[in-house]
């Protein structure tokens, strides 16, 4: 008999991957000197999460797991008004 925890499992590491990859691009940014303005890291970061959610929601849906579905429904809308964030910033950066 398989426990959701053992259904989640694979999933928790693609999610650590994911993190470590995006720490790793967010480093590359900072050693090279070049500050990101706030408006492109919101974008930046806002698609990172959708990003995250859409492979938390359909892992959730593959694994039958209604939590893990929910929890990446609530990054992916967070990841878009993040995103949606940078775009209004730059809009206002603009004048």
């Keep these: 008999m398989q426990t959701a ?3 989640v499992w694979p999933f928790r590491a693609l999610e650590s991957k ?3 990859e995006s720490l790793i691009f967010l480093r590359l940014g900072r050693e090279r000197d070049t500050q990101m ?3 492109t890291e919101n974008r930046v970061r806002g ?5 995250k959610g859409e492979i938390k929601e359909k892992a959730g849906r593959a694994t039958n797991n209604p939590r893990l579905e929910d929890e990446g429904t609530d990054e992916k809308i967070a990841g878009k ?3 949606k964030i940078g775009q209004v910033q730059k809009v206002v950066e603009k004048f």
């Design 5 to 7: 925890v053992n259904r």
């Design 18 to 20: 994911m993190r470590s």
């Design 37 to 39: 303005k706030p408006s």
């Design 47 to 51: 698609k990172i999460h959708e990003v």
């Design 81 to 83: 008004v993040q995103k």
